[in-house]
């Protein structure tokens, strides 16, 4: 699936996640989210790589707010995130797996909970997974993502020390 702009802000949108500049690819996924361009949203997954925890989280964000009509193609993307070293990258997984309804992640949902000892991820985990069974509470029906305060100003200066293959 890639994403195609016919006009001048969705083309604008898609150099600024092309760009090296990691407040251009933020700002570029929270346009997307703004405008609601579920069209333009595969061009966020490679952003999962990406060596900025808090772009790779902005990016599982937006495609767990955003890919429910296509959870068939980004829930792959999300799946291995469920094993990350970082707790709050499997709690994020979880949580957009959870929120586009990607029925095929239970078993790997599970397995996780089985071996995740974050009190924090297991919470929002367990609350995914009783999305996807449909099993809600009341607690349930408060959004699942929260807003993220991310200063991303020393990002750039970041990438300008790390080696060419990880741009």
Same mark, same amino acid.
């Given at each position: 699936? +890639?994403?195609i702009a =016919?006009d001048?802000?969705? =083309?604008? &949108?898609?150099?600024?996640l092309?760009?090296? %500049? !990691?407040r251009d690819?933020y700002?570029?996924?929270?346009?997307i989210c703004?405008l609601g361009?579920t069209?333009?949203?595969?061009a966020?997954a490679p952003l999962?790589g *990406?060596?900025? +925890?808090?772009? #790779?989280y902005?990016?599982?964000?937006a &495609?767990g707010d955003?890919? #429910? !009509? /296509? $959870?068939?193609?980004f829930? !792959?993307?999300?799946?291995?995130?469920? @094993?990350a /070293? %970082?707790p709050?990258?499997?709690?994020y997984?979880? @949580? $957009?797996l959870? *929120?586009?309804?990607?029925q $095929?992640a239970? !078993? $790997?949902?599970e397995?996780?909970?089985?071996q995740?000892t974050? @009190?924090e991820?297991?919470?929002? =985990?367990q #609350?995914?997974l009783?999305?996807?069974?449909?099993? =809600? &509470?009341?607690?349930d029906s408060i959004?699942?993502?929260r807003?993220?305060?991310? %200063?991303l100003?020393g990002?750039? %200066?970041?990438l300008?020390?790390?080696p060419?293959?990880i741009h």
């Open positions: 699936m +890639k994403p =016919t001048f802000a969705g =083309t604008e &949108i898609l150099a600024q092309q760009s090296f %500049d !990691p690819q700002h570029a996924v929270l346009s703004d361009r069209d333009l949203l595969p966020v999962i *990406s060596p900025l +925890k808090d772009l #790779r902005l990016a599982v964000q &495609i955003l890919g #429910r !009509p /296509n $959870a068939a193609y829930g !792959p993307f999300l799946v291995p995130l469920l @094993e /070293n %970082d709050e990258m499997r709690q997984a979880a @949580e $957009a959870g *929120s586009m309804d990607y $095929a239970i !078993p $790997a949902i397995r996780m909970l089985r995740e974050d @009190e991820s297991i919470h929002f =985990t #609350r995914a009783r999305i996807l069974r449909r099993q =809600t &509470i009341a607690e959004p699942v993502f807003m993220m305060a991310v %200063d100003s990002a750039a %200066d970041q300008a020390i790390m060419a293959s």
